[in-house]
Nanobody, 124 residues
């Protein structure tokens, strides 16, 4: 079992910056590739970014590439999502997830464990 707890969400103005954190406990963090997803009201949960076990491979949804950066610190059992130049359409609940997949993935069903999410609201 892996427990995931997100933090760092909040209210920010358009153009602003937020850094989300996801702390993991339980089994060895470095055995999991990690992902960030988000879900806006009335919409399906969508992929944001993913990172491999070592951090050497990172995936992003194209529309966020360059604005968002995923990273991890295996010594601290934490994965991060840095979000720059935030836009109102980035408003959503952001979830981190852990997968036993060797490679990072964009699809929800690959992920075995999920956090409860953290709200990000971007005002115009």
């Amino acid at each position: 079992q892996v427990q995931l707890v997100e933090s760092g969400g909040g209210l920010v103005q358009a153009g602003g910056f937020l850094r989300l954190s996801c702390a993991a406990s339980g089994r060895t963090f470095s055995q999991y590739s990690m992902g960030w997803f988000r879900q806006a009201p009335g919409k399906e949960r969508e992929f944001v970014a993913a990172i491999s076990r070592s951090g050497g491979t990172r995936l992003y949804i194209d529309s966020m590439k360059g604005r968002f950066t995923i990273s991890r610190d295996n010594g601290k059992n934490t994965v991060y999502l840095e979000m720059n130049s935030l836009e109102p359409q980035d408003t959503a609940v952001y979830y981190c997830a852990a997968s036993q997949s060797i490679v990072p993935a964009r699809t929800l069903h690959v992920y075995d464990y999920w956090g409860q999410g953290t709200q990000v609201t971007v005002s115009s």
